[in-house]
Nanobody, 119 residues
Framework: VQLVESGGNLVQPGGSLRLSCAAS????????MRWYRQAPGKERELVAA????????DYADSVRGRFTISRDNAKNTTYLQMNRLISEDTAVYYC?????????????WGQGTQVTVSS
């Protein structure tokens, strides 16, 4: 099982980035996908979530209206489009895949990608 994030970078305030998370080793289309982030000295927080078939999304209040989560089940990839970035968005962003089957939780994490918002 692998989740590989990419797309993190240094960007100026007001700029945009698109993160990608490529999945392999499991049936991607059956998993709910989430993006989390962790800033230095802070706990990991949920940023955005998308259901397995992509028909439902949810966002943290701090990013709603600026970030968009999406997925392409044919490419086993989920995305996080981040617009109007602010310094508070600086963090390591992690991709997470989760499903429940027969009362068992299956939960996978990527290694993270650094996003730095600074002028």
């Amino acid at each position: 099982v692998q989740l590989v994030e990419s797309g993190g970078n240094l960007v100026q305030p007001g700029g945009s980035l698109r993160l990608s998370c490529a999945a392999s080793g499991f049936t991607f289309s059956t998993y709910h996908m989430r993006w989390y982030r962790q800033a230095p000295g802070k706990e990991r927080e949920l940023v955005a979530a998308i259901a397995s078939v992509g028909d439902s999304t949810d966002y943290a209040d701090s990013v709603r209206g600026r970030f968009t989560i999406s997925r392409d089940n044919a490419k086993n990839t989920t995305y996080l489009q981040m617009n109007r970035l602010i310094s508070e968005d600086t963090a390591v962003y992690y991709c997470n895949a989760k499903r429940w089957y027969l009362s068992q939780e299956y939960n996978y994490w990527g290694q993270g990608t650094q996003v730095t918002v600074s002028s």
